[in-house]
């Protein structure tokens, strides 16, 4: 589009119409660590919010607050809604918050963590209650043999130990 056609006061509010984050539609189940995260997130966007307003002249600054609200709204309809989930540390199959060490057909182990979806992070080991790993996990017991279905082919993994934190 030709500049003649854009008012200036469109171009220093360009990208300060952002889309919002999609919300899960599934229940949202939180370990104690995870409402902690989301908290702590909430409230370092709410300070960075702040210095923000700061600097209404600044165009590049109302862009970054757009961006920062988005991300507020999200992560307060995430707290509104979530389900704190403390598991039952004696239950003999895996649950929602289980540390679930694997073995699979090639005998290299693995530990995962069964959290949120906000919490989930494959660095750290930690998948969401929704992924399919998760859902292939829970429910069983040490000694089941479970099948992981992925993109890569199937694995079959075998449940080692599970630990509750």
Known sequence: MSRGFVKEDDLELAGTDVPERPVSAQPNYVTVNGYAQLQQ???TLEATRLQLKINKEDASALQKLAVVERDLRYLTARLENAILTTP???APQVLFGATVEVEDEEGKQQQFTIVGEDEADIHLNKVSWV???AKALIGNKVGDVVTWP???GNTTLEIISIQYH
């Open 150 to 152: 992925r993109p890569a």
């Open 88 to 90: 039952n540390k004696d």
């Open 131 to 133: 992924s399919p790993l």
């Open 41 to 43: 997130q909430a409230e």
